[in-house]
């Protein structure tokens, strides 16, 4: 997110024509902070009721920028034609509407994404054949294993374990 230490305010781009995801992409990308109300919109597709996300208002976004934030580069942002204006200025949008915007709008359900496990730390086995078993968290193998050292057969043995079938212990006290 682009920071500043004065004041931000809330604007108003108008997006080309069906570029709406285009330019909310770029946007992020260059650490803009954007927001796009969505509704949920119920339609009937073959005779089947169906359910999609729509934006509230389509072919605008909301941006948040301060006056010491990089503006130029909107100017040249794939999916951006131009920033909304009034009165030979930018429209500046209200804090409360974008608030009550936030509050009446679709929110997207809110991905819970573990903690990293660190070296040293305790896990527990919970799924395949050493189930129930403890061992010490070494290295993560890519996205998806682990590897572990376990205390098993009167020694201690490096094992790759799924990400998944491990978790961290609960101290009972």
């Known amino acids: 997110m682009l920071t500043s230490t004065q004041a931000s305010n809330w604007y108003l781009l108008q997006c080309k024509p069906r570029q709406d995801e285009r330019a909310k992409t770029n946007l992020l990308r260059q650490n803009y902070v954007i927001f796009c109300p969505q509704i949920v919109s119920q339609r009937s597709i073959h005779g089947k009721p169906h359910q999609s996300l729509e934006p509230l208002f389509p072919g605008y976004l909301f941006i948040q920028l301060g006056r010491d934030d990089k503006w130029a580069p909107l100017r040249s942002t794939r999916g951006v034609s131009r920033i909304v ?25 809110q991905v819970h994404v573990p903690q990293p496990f660190k070296p040293g730390e305790i896990l527990q086995i919970t799924r395949g054949p050493l189930s129930t078993l403890e061992g010490i968290f070494l290295t993560m193998l890519g996205d998806e294993r682990v590897m572990i050292l376990l205390h098993f057969l009167n020694r201690e043995q490096p094992v790759r374990i799924p990400l998944n079938d491990l978790e961290r212990t609960h101290l009972h006290l």
């Open 85 to 109: 204006d009034f009165n030979h200025g930018p429209a500046m949008v209200p804090d409360d509407i974008i608030e009550h915007l936030r509050n009446r709008c679709y929110k997207p359900p």
